[in-house]
């Protein structure tokens, strides 16, 4: 008999990327599932405190930190709102609070999420020799907020609800 669990599957856990619009006076944020990336890992980046006590033969590590972020790539799509809002990023070379966006990290499974803004990143574009690619780095510019998100649309886009404890079920 096997013990071990079930299989999590990769695409479960979905990323959603806040595209800003203002029209008049009215600014929305929608978020958007993250299609056409061929990657989007996340990396913890732990913060280590080491030493070594002059009456113990060992070393003692402590976490101290994390600098979370999350390396992409993807194929670039005309029509694809989050490929065009990384692109703008990229070729204006923007900086700062301009080159800032919420990502949404949501299990489809039972609808937890963690939302967190990141610095957009650009590191390079255009080394596929078939089609136009972009690459960098979601660096963490914020706090975590753990919540829930639902869809009506088949997970095309989301609305983030923040839990009132302000903890997750775990980490999406």
Same mark, same amino acid.
């Given at each position: 008999?096997?013990?071990?669990g079930?299989?999590?599957?990769?695409?479960?856990?979905?990323?959603?990327?806040?595209?800003?619009?203002?029209?008049?006076q009215a600014?929305?944020?929608?978020?958007?599932?993250?299609?056409?990336?061929?990657?989007?890992?996340?990396?913890?980046?732990?913060?280590?405190?080491?030493?070594?006590?002059?009456?113990?033969?060992?070393e003692?590590?402590?976490?101290v930190?994390?600098?979370?972020?999350?390396?992409?790539?993807?194929d670039?799509?005309?029509?694809?709102?989050?490929? @065009?809002?990384?692109?703008?990023?990229?070729?204006?070379?923007?900086i700062?609070?301009?080159?800032?966006?919420?990502?949404?990290?949501?299990?489809?499974?039972?609808?937890?999420?963690?939302?967190?803004d990141?610095?957009?990143?650009?590191?390079?574009?255009?080394?596929?020799?078939?089609?136009?690619?972009?690459?960098?780095n979601?660096?963490?510019?914020?706090?975590?907020?753990?919540?829930?998100?639902?869809?009506?649309d088949?997970?095309?886009?989301?609305?983030?609800? @923040?839990?009132?404890?302000?903890?997750?079920?775990?980490?999406?």
């Amino acid at each position: 008999m096997n013990n071990i669990g079930t299989l999590k599957s990769r695409h479960k856990k979905l990323v959603f990327y806040g595209v800003t619009t203002t029209s008049g006076q009215a600014t929305t944020t929608t978020f958007y599932r993250m299609t056409g990336f061929t990657s989007l890992p996340q990396n913890k980046n732990p913060k280590e405190h080491t030493r070594q006590y002059v009456d113990e033969e060992f070393e003692r590590s402590d976490i101290v930190g994390y600098a979370p972020e999350i390396p992409y790539n993807f194929d670039r799509h005309d029509g694809n709102k989050v490929h @065009e809002d990384i692109v703008n990023i990229t070729d204006n070379e923007l900086i700062g609070a301009d080159a800032v966006r919420t990502l949404i990290v949501v299990d489809i499974d039972d609808g937890s999420a963690i939302k967190r803004d990141y610095s957009v990143v650009p590191d390079g574009e255009g080394d596929d020799i078939n089609v136009y690619t972009y690459s960098g780095n979601f660096k963490a510019n914020g706090e975590k907020i753990f919540g829930t998100a639902t869809s009506s649309d088949n997970w095309q886009t989301i609305t983030f609800t @923040e839990s009132v404890t302000g903890t997750g079920t775990g980490n999406p």
